[in-house]
């Protein structure tokens, strides 16, 4: 078999850890598999680097953070490989460069355009365990080298895995796996065994932060198995794959305190409104997640809509702007919103979940400010002070992960 | 005008050390030249990362070693370049590998066989300062990463002004230039305004640790001048260049306490005798300085030799080895010397100077241990107690940099 594995920050933040993390992969290795490791840059050195940065310049070319940021993978990947050495075993290290990670030239936030791994397949072929630095590549055009942005390094790993034809990619990470709701604030909440692809992208665009959507959308695509997994114990983690099982209503609940809330007031109910509102916050790049418009009265409407409170600025200016060319009443903002989702692929056949939904939140007096669905997500935007209760009394009402034949509906 | 700068360590080991880089850098741009800066890594970086390879392997593969510790300058290299950018001015950072510097594949201690800069070239067209990664390039035949070993970031400079054809190569670092002799041992040491390559290859050689030789020859063999200078302050330093002046008798006296002596006493003096000895020796890459063969007497000899005290382990197993082979009567190590030396251009035409230099060592009642001379250099070893005051007697009967008319013959 062919495996790859991801180790995150913390995973290789000392010498200590990185002993540990050599131990686990030659155990692999003498299991009989080929291994492929991607490493992220250790504990707090990406922080630390961006902090030197903003001490000479506070607003870096980002050509230039992209140079700086690589070096910390670069790092942890060559300790890794002598960690491995030491062991024994054959270990060599490449970049993203070196290991063929073709990207566009988005400095920063590239996206993997392409997979060579040539010299990757070569040092396999030599029986080497191969360490690849994760979250970063190299723009084809340009020559210059980039980085993946957020979630960079577990793409690097899914895209790798999918480019070398891997048997699995296991994701090593500071948790158990994939957990019905944060452990934090749900006591019981419990550990998956596994996860659809299809359900972990709702987890994951909804606040879990175990896996970036853009890692699980690269498996679902090539259809690779993802073990997100501890890298501090031996235990069996959360399987992410195109399941076959009998699918849980509810396999769990995610919650997302990084958003706020605009409300355009009085907005004249005539076509074309939504699209001249979220075309230019498309074009300053806003990441808008929910919107709700409400039914019309007297001919206008109000449109609600959520945003990350780090481009909530931005946003309030753009969406003053335009309600001042449509004549809307007002613009409102509120950044204490949590937002509150079920996931479970199993409530497609259960009309009921929605409804237990609200009667949850009402019987524990929690106001529900925004509802959006999909075929597979309920998510409610509460106040922010009452996002964990409403995690709480969810997590108890439904008592994920239960199996479908076990609920009625 | 072209100029190459170069910054070592001490010269980037802050972000606010860095800015003040930025702004000579700018200057010089103000001025109207084109730049390319090489820099070291910062501060400690290097030793820091050497120690986390330690931690993790004691006899880390060279090839991963070299990976490791290139992200120093990854990281000061692109801090410089963002530096520039605050002050409105254009820069790029590239990586050895990317500006072109090609290496043999002596990994920790490679040699610069070509230069291509084409990226550079490119960039300086554009207007740009250029920044380049010192002490590291990239072996074309294998494409792997490769580190220069010692004095490798001034070697990068020398190289890639000779390259470029650059006008000047600055070498900034954390002294004011070359001196007469340590100043920190002799209080009235003079900084010499200019010093011929011959006359610095010596000083180099013989433990002046401001520049190293291999830099000093590339500066000799493509007739580069080399601004030895502080980035500490503005003061003009040190050129050592091919010199047309009437050339001092004594330029400087170097000291090193870094080497330990030794003999083998009993030697047969029989022809092939020394080849027995030092091709061992070369084999195993031990850098043998000083030789020392004493007349012989009842059909033996003595042999001394000095060798780096970091080597002096394996040289004396080599030695012992070699001695009983050849039974020869003893091998006796001596790890407490010093060597002292003295350079100087003019001393071809003065051949009173070798006569001066036992005297003045005499009247102060230092035993002289080995004697080797070049013709523009003396060389005593003395007990390691008595080196400074060796220094300071020999500065003090020679004054230099004393112009050869002044001294008479």
Redo the contacts between chains.
């Keep these: 078999m062919l495996i790859v594995q991801k180790y995150g920050g913390t995973s290789v933040a000392s010498?200590e850890r990185?002993?540990a993390v050599?131990d686990r992969i030659c155990a692999t290795k003498a299991g009989g598999h080929d291994v492929v490791v991607v490493v992220s840059a250790m504990g707090k050195t990406t922080d630390e680097?961006i902090a030197?940065?903003s001490?000479?310049?506070?607003?870096?070319?980002a050509?230039?953070?992209d140079?700086?940021l690589?070096?910390?993978e670069?790092?942890s990947?060559?300790?890794t490989?002598?960690?491995i050495?030491?062991r024994g075993v054959e270990?060599?290290?490449f970049t993203g460069s070196?290991a063929g990670i073709l990207t566009d030239a988005a400095h920063g936030a590239a996206k993997i355009t392409e997979i060579r791994g040539t010299?990757v397949r070569e040092s396999l072929a030599e029986g080497k365990v191969v360490i690849v630095a994760g979250f970063q590549g190299v723009d084809p055009e340009s020559?210059e080298i980039t980085t993946l942005g957020r979630g960079g390094s577990d793409a690097t790993a899914v895209a790798l895995a999918a480019a070398l034809g891997a048997d699995a990619c296991e994701i090593f990470t500071d948790v158990d796996g994939v957990f019905t709701a944060d452990p934090r604030i749900v006591a019981d909440a419990r550990k998956l065994d596994e996860v659809s692809f299809e359900e972990m992208l709702e987890l994951s665009a909804s606040g879990a932060g175990v896996l970036m959507s853009r890692s699980v959308e690269f498996g679902r695509r090539f259809n690779i198995p993802i073990h997100v997994r501890s890298s501090f114990n031996d235990n069996p983690g959360t399987w992410v794959k195109e399941t076959t099982m009998e699918q849980a209503v509810i396999s769990g609940i995610a919650h997302d305190t990084s958003e706020a809330k605009l409300t355009i007031r009085g907005v004249p109910d005539t076509p074309g409104i939504a699209a001249r509102l979220f075309e230019p916050m498309a074009s300053a790049d806003i990441n808008v997640d929910m919107i709700v418009q409400n039914t019309s009265t007297d001919g206008t409407t109000d449109i609600s809509f959520t945003v990350p409170k780090s481009t909530l600025a931005e946003a309030r200016d753009i969406a003053a702007e335009i309600a001042e060319a449509m004549e809307a009443r007002s613009v409102d903002v509120d950044s204490a919103i949590g937002k509150v989702s079920l996931v479970g692929a199993g409530m497609k056949s259960h009309p009921g979940v929605a409804a237990g939904v609200f009667r949850a939140l009402a019987d524990a007096s929690i106001n529900i400010g925004m509802i959006s669905t999909s075929t597979i997500r309920i998510s409610c935007v509460v106040a922010e002070a009452d996002t964990e209760r409403a995690v709480q009394v969810l997590h108890e009402r439904f008592d994920p992960p239960n199996i479908s034949q076990e609920v009625g509906a």
């Design positions: 010498p990185i002993s050599a680097l030197l940065a001490a000479v310049n506070p607003d870096p070319p050509r230039e953070m140079m700086l690589t070096a910390g670069r790092i990947m060559a300790l490989a002598m960690a050495h030491r270990a060599v290290s070196q010299r020559r």
